[in-house]
């Protein structure tokens, strides 16, 4: 049996990495909450749950023990993925603190009036040695 690529997500976005990771003999098996997205037509499995729910991706990939997980082009899919990498030690995503201040990184700051994009900083996030 092929090894299994866990992808959360499924949207037009992901579709490449579905067709890439297929043509490479990988089994993908998708998770989300919206089964008519386009993706999901192209991947082995769908797993119809909400990835934003850290704690189901968990249990998922506890289940599957898949040796690779990637999150599609999803702020929470990120999230989700880099707490599931960490617990249960897969390489290749970011520490759940460094997902967590990126996706957060201009929540203390007040809504912009000239609607511009207000950029910061990542000089506070240090990798670990």
Known sequence: MAQTLLLLGGSHSEVPLILAAKAMGLRVVTSGNRPEDIGYRYAGAFYHFDYSVREDVLAM????????????????????????????GLPGNDLVDVSRTLHYKQADQPPSRSGTVRTCTVDAIRHPA
């Open 61 to 88: 990939a506890e289940s599957l023990k898949p040796p690779a997980l990637l999150s599609g082009a999803n702020d929470f899919a990120v999230l989700s993925a880099a707490f599931v990498a960490e617990r249960i």
